[in-house]
């Protein structure tokens, strides 16, 4: 009788031994679950909607689909954290204390995103950053005069016209606001923010910085 018919089967005791465990419920798999630190694939998931609302409010009164990216995505990794910290708070509070920096991560990249959003921040610096284009488009328009632009890029925006009526330049900026058309507005006189402004038809504005205005039609 050979060795192997004879001793015993290591493979067959596993095999026997995982057949006879019981399996974890979901509820021991959520508690297994929000026991560990966030990830490598939940901080940097927050790190890119972070991004994504940033892009959203460089845009003049804001982006669609990035806003709803953005909203949809921050919600869906909100309640994640919540739901995982209030687990390890009552089952795994060393845990805690032991990878304080990577639970303190999600927490800080929406401080600063919202920070930096309330601060117009992201707006101010991509308009600053293709003002110098943005005029030397308006000098080739003629008052009163509207050219199309048909998406190409002027500085850091794609354009869908720009138009000059008076002192006031209109630059509409292609996929600007949420609902309704919005683009930029360059104007050395002051211009009234959020009311209707006779001979500029159903536009509202809002200051940025200096002399530039976001503009959107009602």
């Known amino acids: 009788m050979s060795a192997s018919a004879s001793g015993p089967n290591p493979d067959g005791s596993v095999a026997k031994l995982i057949e006879i465990a019981e399996k974890p419920t979901p509820g021991q798999r959520l508690i297994s679950w929000a026991s560990r630190p966030p990830g490598r694939l939940y901080i940097p998931a927050c790190a890119v909607i972070g991004?994504?609302?940033?892009?959203?409010?460089?845009?003049?009164?804001?982006?669609?689909?990035?806003?709803?990216?953005?909203?949809?995505?921050?919600?869906?990794?909100?309640?994640?954290?919540?739901?995982?910290?209030?687990?390890?708070?009552?089952?795994?509070?060393?845990?805690?204390?032991?990878?304080?920096?990577?639970?303190?991560?999600?927490?800080?990249?929406?401080?600063?995103a919202l920070g930096l959003a309330v601060a117009d921040v992201p707006l101010q610096t991509r308009v600053q950053a293709s003002s110098e284009q943005l005029l030397e488009l308006r000098d080739a328009v003629a008052d009163p005069t509207t050219i199309p632009r048909n998406g190409e890029w002027t500085g850091l925006y794609s354009l869908r016209s720009v138009s000059?009526?008076?002192?006031?330049?209109?630059?509409?900026?292609e996929k600007a606001g949420l609902l309704q058309p919005a683009g930029l507005a360059h104007s050395t006189e002051e211009i009234p923010v959020g009311v209707f402004v006779p001979g500029q038809g159903s536009r509202i504005y809002e200051h940025v910085s200096g002399d530039w205005y976001v503009w959107v039609d009602h």
């Open 51 to 112: 991004l994504v609302l940033l892009f959203e409010d460089s845009m003049p009164a804001g982006h669609l689909p990035t806003f709803v990216i953005g909203l949809g995505g921050g919600l869906l990794l909100a309640g994640m954290g919540a739901l995982r910290l209030g687990i390890a708070l009552a089952v795994a509070r060393p845990m805690i204390r032991h990878y304080w920096l990577r639970w303190i991560s999600a927490p800080l990249i929406a401080f600063v």
């Open 164 to 173: 000059v009526t008076g002192d006031v330049t209109h630059y509409e900026v």
